[in-house]
């Protein structure tokens, strides 16, 4: 049984307020000896969470987002796979060359005062994987997607579709990079949730699910319940990048 939860980017209290929503409990002093600090969340009925990257970038509680992703792995109580911002976030933190933008300010800005914690988060974020099959191949979990021809598969195309989605190499007026409609020609067995492309509400096409609503930009944060196939949302806490979806200046919070 999952919780799959989808893009975070710091907003640290939503997932905290979605978590509780879900039933999960938070004992601050379990875990004692964790680099991340103590403190633990577990459903009493054993759910797990499964995240589905981009914990890191934008909002305002980024270490946050990753302590408690952190220590829920350790005590084996949630799965995570990686989003193109969080391998971002690994290669600045390893020191190479990258561009500071889409808001890895605020992530490199949170690392440089908790210094202690750079190396635990390179080595998370290097333990996660780009997808992950589940339930007996019948749940594919990946930031950006997964066509049914990549399912499973760990080459350097199957990892770029996890992180990116399908992208077509160029870039849009908005800045962002243009990215095709897979989903629209996916007709695989197995239910494929994903993120990474902000949407008002979730989007099922075919056998696929997006539940990025946007938390950052002012919209919700979105849990999808497995194998119940049922939501869980909470409303963002304020809009702190502006995007054409949420309408909102930034900084507003919505109601």
């Not at 808001?103 to 202690?116: C, H, R």
């Not at 008002?200 to 990025?212: A, G, K, L, M, Q």
Request: glycine share 10%; hydrophobic share 40%.
């Amino acid at each position: 049984m999952f919780d799959i939860i989808g893009d975070i980017h710091g907003c640290c209290t939503e997932l905290e307020e979605l978590l509780s929503l879900l039933g999960y409990d938070f004992d601050e002093a379990a875990l004692p000896e964790s680099v991340w600090g103590p403190g633990l969340w577990a459903h009493p009925e054993g759910r797990r969470i499964l995240l589905l990257g981009d914990l890191c970038d934008r909002g305002p509680r980024i270490i946050d987002c990753y302590r408690i992703a952190a220590n829920m792995a350790i005590n084996g109580n949630a799965l995570a796979v990686c989003g193109n911002h969080d391998e971002k976030l690994r290669r600045a933190l390893l020191g190479h060359k990258v561009t500071i933008s889409h808001g890895l300010d605020k992530s490199l800005a949170e690392f440089d005062a908790n210094p202690a914690l750079r190396q635990p988060a390179i080595e998370f974020i290097e333990s996660l994987a780009t997808q992950l099959v589940l339930d007996s191949g019948r749940l594919v979990a990946a930031h950006g997607g997964m066509k049914e021809a990549f399912q499973g598969q760990d080459s350097t195309e199957a990892r770029r579709f996890a992180l990116f989605g399908d992208i077509t190499g160029k870039t849009g007026p908005d800045g962002y990079p243009e990215r095709l409609d897979w989903a629209a020609d996916y007709h695989g067995q197995a239910m494929v949730v994903y993120g990474h492309t902000p949407v008002r509400e979730p989007v099922w096409v075919n056998s696929t699910v997006n539940i990025d609503t946007g938390c950052v930009f002012g919209g919700r944060l979105t849990a999808l319940r497995y194998p119940e196939r049922e939501f869980a949302s909470v409303k963002s806490r304020g809009q702190h990048i502006p995007h054409s979806l949420f309408n909102a200046p930034s900084g507003t919070v919505l109601s």
